[in-house]
């Protein structure tokens, strides 16, 4: 015997709030493989100086976010044909899946909250390095060192972090961009904070809307689970 009443209508709620997970999960991969295949973060972060690469911090954290994405999808499809076919069984493993789900969405707010200068601050230092490996560094660095830079100035639109020790450089060298008008821009330390600060702020924003319209869901399937069986019973 199907429920009825207010816990029909509950299930009916809890299959859209599921569908909307499951959307939810399928925006967060889209997100994620954006931001993994993004030729601005792609491009800076597999550069390489001699035996020293860009750091991996950023990325590591796009990975969790695909794993996270990958399991919302599973979930949320599990929450709709459990709500449909209203099965205790399905719902309650539903329900310990979000459960495990948050848990983990929580763990990795906490690292990413903890993290979350030290991507910028890793790549800041990597960019430094490379900048002092070209200005004065050995000579069997110095072409790997302005190649990387180039990538870098090309993909910020910046260059240097001193407006003054920049104009005085340029046509000293081929460190720096001979356009003006890129020099005078923001410089590079200040466009990579920018850039990683950008992106993560839109990861924040995604997972506050998940969590929240994980604990609805949480509520709604236990509700619905306490209908079920009372409406066996009778």
């Not at 719902?91 to 929580?106: H, K, M, P, S, W």
């Not at 993560?200 to 689970?225: D, K, N, P, R, T």
């Amino acid at each position: 015997m199907g429920v009825e009443g207010c816990t029909k209508c509950i299930k009916y709620m809890l299959f859209v709030f599921n569908f909307i997970f499951w959307l939810a999960g399928g925006v967060i991969l889209g997100v994620a493989l954006w931001l993994r295949h993004d030729p601005q973060t792609t491009g800076i972060l597999y550069l390489q100086i001699g035996d020293r690469s860009a750091p991996s911090t950023f990325f590591i954290g796009i990975y969790i976010l695909i794993a996270v994405g990958v399991v919302m999808m599973f979930v949320g499809f599990l929450g709709c044909y459990g709500a449909i076919q209203e099965s205790q069984c399905l719902l309650g493993t539903f329900f310990t899946c979000l459960v495990i789900l948050f848990a983990c969405e929580v763990a990795a707010g906490i690292w990413g909250f903890v993290n979350k200068d030290k991507i910028a601050y890793e790549v800041q230092q990597f960019y430094n390095e490379a900048y002092q490996q070209a200005r004065s560094g050995p000579d069997s660095n110095k072409e790997k060192a302005k190649a990387v830079l180039k990538v870098l100035h090309e993909t910020l639109q910046c260059c240097g972090t001193n407006t003054v020790v920049k104009l005085m450089e340029v046509f000293s060298d081929d460190i720096c961009p001979r356009d003006i008008s890129m020099l005078l821009n923001q410089d590079c330390n200040q466009k990579i904070d920018e850039l990683f600060s950008g992106k993560l702020y839109l990861i924040g924003i995604a997972a506050v809307i998940v969590a929240v319209i994980m604990i609805f869901e949480m509520i709604l399937s236990m509700v619905l689970c306490c209908g079920i069986r009372n409406s066996s019973v009778y």
